[in-house]
């Protein structure tokens, strides 16, 4: 069964530092999507994307922060100047259409020192 | 902000008989209801879902019931399985004009089934 795959599985990054979180949706899938849950805490949205654009972003996702699809298979999230607060579980998602659900990868752990 | 809440954080159970984990909603502008499983170390994993216009959807040993009036929905296991000891999240989407569809998740319930 397809599934969307996140790498890496754990990133240590200094704080200050750039990170770049990667993801390979369902290949026939159109909506993408960004979720984080920090430790013990529900998980959170942070930005989706359509059609080549973001077509909604939470409070969360500030200007630190950045999507991009480079290209026909990747999903990308870019933090430019990392927090020790941004220490979380980085799930990305996807789905086929309108009411249907998004199916998850298994996360990237951030741990930011 | 809790649209969507579990209020019970755990539920043990005995195999073989019925789990019941409940969630409620406040925004009633949800119209898409989802449960997920999770495992440690493991993203969440789709399990059954059901739109407003329905009150029951079912799929094998999960059932999911939909109140609208109460705005409550709950996900029955029928029977209950020692491998069905996981994280159980309820989540909740809009319809909205941009497709964004953003999941809206509640704190979930840690089920455990017990030989």
């Known amino acids: 069964e397809p599934e969307v795959t996140q790498t890496p599985s754990h990133q240590v990054t200094q704080m200050g530092q750039e990170v770049i979180l990667r993801c390979v949706p369902i290949?026939?899938?159109?909506?993408f999507y960004w979720y984080r849950q920090i430790l013990g805490q529900k998980v959170e949205f942070l930005v989706s994307?359509?059609?080549?654009?973001?077509?909604?972003k939470s409070e969360i996702f500030d200007d630190q922060f950045s999507v991009e699809r480079p290209d026909g298979s990747n999903f990308t999230l870019k933090i430019r100047s990392t927090k020790l607060e941004d220490s979380a579980m980085y799930f990305c998602?996807?789905?086929?259409?309108?009411?249907?659900?998004?199916?998850f990868g298994d996360g990237t752990r951030l741990s930011i020192l | 902000d809790q649209q969507v809440k579990q209020n019970s954080p755990s539920l043990s159970v005995q195999e073989g008989r019925i789990s019941i984990l409940n969630c409620d909603y406040t925004?009633?502008?949800?119209?898409?209801f989802l449960w997920y499983k999770k495992y440690p170390a493991e993203g969440p994993t789709f399990l059954i879902s059901?739109?407003?216009?329905?009150d029951k959807n079912e799929d094998g040993r999960f059932t999911v019931f939909l109140n609208k009036s109460a705005k409550h929905l709950s996900l029955h296991i029928v029977p209950s399985q020692p491998g069905d000891s996981a994280v159980y999240f309820c989540?909740?989407?809009?319809?909205?004009?941009?497709?964004?569809?953003?999941?809206?998740f509640g704190k979930g319930t840690k089920l455990t089934v017990n030989p």
């Open positions: 998602a996807s789905r086929k259409d309108r009411n249907q659900p998004q199916h």
């Open positions: 290949s026939n899938h159109l909506y």
């Open positions: 994307f359509y059609n080549n654009e973001i077509s909604e």
């Open positions: 925004n009633s502008m949800f119209d898409y």
């Open positions: 059901i739109s407003s216009i329905k």
């Open positions: 989540a909740a989407s809009a319809d909205d004009q941009g497709g964004s569809e953003k999941l809206v």
